[in-house]
């Protein structure tokens, strides 16, 4: 508990931390000034015009639909001037994602339930990124400067300094993420009820938004520790930010075209990012024309095939595991200098 | 006596993919029992460092069996580590966090009462300079901040690697001060040093270490007694005559600057009476004690490497402050 304590002194008053956390708010200000400056309530008529353009709207689309069906069965000519889907089933409003809502014509109206995801998303996207740079940097310059040594010689047990080290980052990690995030959503909601629309803020939507958060959290909390191993790992923070920059050019760009050209297969499997997307988003569809090579349903095989949450969520967990489990082996037999 | 640190057959290899491997200990023996200052003499590069951090731990012994405290280490090293202040090699503090916060963040991680911090500060003559940020301090300060977090614990056994590195001569006798109190009080104290005045101002019992190996031990007094080839220094108005008058009465000796060296006598008056009996009256007649410099030097095997060429009359050091780099010597 006491070192727990010290350590958490420690990270706070690491400048890059300091540096992040005012990165952090400083995106998070001019993200909201800018959303409310460029917001306004919508007035009695902005409200019944939108609403009846997106009437109008959902009226053509559901036209549409039915120009194309009756096409199809030959009630009416084939019109060149035209494009209809071969399969009118594409087109029919029913089986779309979201049907244009009075808000999409509402220009200048910030929309708390249209925008809350991307919001989050973006939180998080800042988060997973400082939580890695974080982590790195954390246990990083404790090793190059002789920290880790000196609380070593006061408490020569060097796993469990390395679990108060990375217990205290991933706690404050996520306390920070906890809270960054209430706040975040919070102040655009006030920005929604106060200068624009909240929208329809059902439990639909709610449980959604939770679910991104929550796995968004797990994705920080991941990236966290992934930073902290290989940190751990190499000895250095530019070994993380090494290992994810070889990573990312090496990997995620040159092996997804050497893949490619030998025409692997799923090869979107192969890459991190793939399950990271998987996994925030619950699940993922990925597109591999080979699927349909050779394939006896050819004119209905889409060549799509999807990888759902729990996968994706076995892979990260398995690799930050594993870069983890391998940093404590290492950190426990290798020679301090 | 009981033993605080038992080494025996230390031996470390570092690997290493541009040097290869390099032997830094090789089979180093240390006792150091409770209530002495015992110094650690070396050379740079002798093995100070790597023995020290072998016995605490930081690194791992290729063989060799060591006890701090009576507990085999590193092994159950987490026993006594309450016990146990240390610096190995000059400690880098955080240079954002003042000299007081980060003794008490030491002390929260060691569990020791914060009120300590004020203690150690004042006890190494950082008092009043506590609350200033470490990267102002200069090298010396640092180093008496590193001393006062190894001070912390109120150590029964305590263990400094050149504590005196970056200190003023002020400073160095402060330390000395420090140490010798502490060893009144019962710690018993291992100093690691490449100073050779400063081990033998302070020091009762020294250790001497060179390419990773005991070549000596025992009490200061004891180790200099053991290097003592009876010579005089004497100086008279005709030296080339003396000698041969010396050489008449089947003694030893040799013309070295202005003065003579005479060896293997055991009563200096043997040489006043033969000199005087012709007329050649001494004027100053000296017996070279060896100090531990000049042991250390022919015991490190630096002494026959030496590019200065040293003269009789400079053997002993301005006592106290002398700082004598030998890695040159050494490596040549
Ligand atoms: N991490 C290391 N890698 C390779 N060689 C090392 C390492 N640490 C020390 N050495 C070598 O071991 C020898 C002893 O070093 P050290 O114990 O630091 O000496 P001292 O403290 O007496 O000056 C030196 O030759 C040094 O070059
Ligand atoms: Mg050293």
């Not at chain 1, 008053?13 to 952090?24: E, H």
């Not at chain 1, 070889?246 to 990997?251: I, L, T």
């Not at chain 1, 349909?292 to 990888?307: A, H, L, N, Q």
């Not at chain 2, 963040?105 to 609350?131: Q, W």
Request: glycine letters at 10%; hydrophobic letters at 45%; charged letters at 20%.
């Amino acid at each position: 508990m006491n070192l727990v304590r010290a350590e958490l002194e420690r990270l706070s008053a690491r400048r890059f931390v300091q540096l992040m956390v005012v990165l952090l708010v400083l995106a998070f200000a001019v993200t909201a000034a800018t959303t409310l400056a460029g917001s306004h309530k919508p007035n009695a008529d902005e409200m019944s015009s939108a609403r009846a353009q997106a009437a109008e709207a959902r009226r053509d689309l559901e036209a549409t639909h039915q120009e194309c069906l009756a096409r199809q069965s030959g009630t009416l000519p084939a019109d060149t001037d035209r494009y209809f889907p071969s399969d009118c089933s594409e087109i029919d409003p029913i089986r779309q994602d979201r049907l244009p809502i009075p808000a999409d014509y509402l220009p200048g109206v910030f929309n708390f339930a249209e925008q809350a995801q991307p919001l989050l998303y973006f939180l998080i996207a800042f988060l997973v990124l400082f939580g890695f740079l974080v982590g790195a940097s954390y246990i990083g310059a404790d090793l190059t400067s002789g920290g880790v040594v000196n609380l070593l010689l006061w408490r020569p047990r060097r796993l469990t300094v390395l679990a108060a080290k990375l217990g205290t980052l991933l706690g404050a990690v996520l306390v920070l993420a906890l809270l960054a995030s209430v706040v975040y959503l919070a102040t655009f909601w006030v920005i929604g009820q106060a200068a624009g629309l909240p929208g329809r803020l059902d439990g639909d939507f709610w449980r959604s938004l939770g679910a991104v958060h929550g796995r968004g959290l797990v994705l920080v909390l991941l990236a966290s520790a992934l930073g902290f191993a290989i940190a751990t790992l190499g000895r250095h923070t530019s070994a993380a930010l090494g290992a994810l920059a070889a990573y990312a050019v090496v990997w995620e760009l040159g092996a997804r075209l050497v893949l490619e050209i030998v025409d692997a297969r799923k090869s979107d499997l192969f890459m991190l990012s793939s399950h990271i997307g998987a996994w925030l988003n619950g699940g993922a569809r990925f597109y591999d024309e080979q699927l349909c090579r050779g394939s006896t349903d050819f004119p209905y095989c889409e060549g799509f095939y999807t990888v759902t949450w729990l996968p994706a969520l076995l892979v990260l967990l398995a690799i930050t595991g594993g870069l983890t489990a391998a940093a404590f082996a290492v950190f426990r037999r290798r020679d301090l200098i | 006596m009981s033993a605080v640190i038992e080494i025996e057959g230390l031996r470390k290899t570092f690997h290493s993919l541009r040097s290869g491997r390099r032997v830094a200990v090789d089979g180093f023996d240390l006792l150091v029992e409770a209530g002495q200052v015992h110094g650690f003499l070396g050379p740079n590069g002798s093995g100070k460092t790597t023995t020290l951090r072998a016995l605490l731990g930081l690194v791992r012994a290729d063989s060799g069996r060591m006890t701090v405290l009576g507990e085999p280490s590193p092994e159950l090293l987490p026993r006594v580590a309450g016990q146990v202040g240390a610096i190995v090699e000059s400690p880098q503090f955080f240079g954002n966090f003042t000299g007081y916060r980060t003794l008490r963040l030491l002390a929260r991680a060691g569990g020791v009462p914060v009120s300590r911090v004020d203690e150690v500060l004042d006890l190494v003559g950082l008092d009043d300079r506590g609350d200033e940020r470490v990267k102002g301090y200069s090298l010396g300060m640092k180093q008496r901040l590193a001393v006062a977090s190894a001070l912390l614990k109120d150590p029964r056994l305590l263990i400094l690697d050149e504590p005196a590195n970056g200190l003023d001569p002020a400073g160095i006798r402060e330390m000395r001060d420090l140490m010798r109190s502490l060893a009144a009080n019962g710690v018993t104290v291992l100093v690691s040093s490449h100073i050779l005045g400063e081990i033998q101002l302070i020091c009762d019992h020294v250790t001497i270490i060179s390419r990773g190996r005991r070549v000596a031990t025992g009490r200061v007094d004891e180790v200099l007694a053991g290097h003592d080839r009876h010579e005089l220094l004497v100086r008279v108005a005709e030296p080339e005559r003396a000698v041969e008058l010396l050489h008449a009465a089947e003694l030893t000796a040799v013309v070295d600057g202005g003065a003579l060296v005479v060896s293997g006598v055991s009563d200096p008056t043997v040489v006043s009476r033969v000199l005087g009996e012709q007329g050649l009256w001494v004027g100053e007649l000296t017996p070279l004690r060896p100090d531990l410099e000049s042991v250390f030097l022919e015991l490190t095997g630096a002494y026959e490497h030496s590019s200065v060429p040293r003269q009789v009359g400079d053997s002993s050091l301005p006592q106290g402050e002398a700082v004598i780099d030998l890695d040159r010597g050494v490596d040549a």
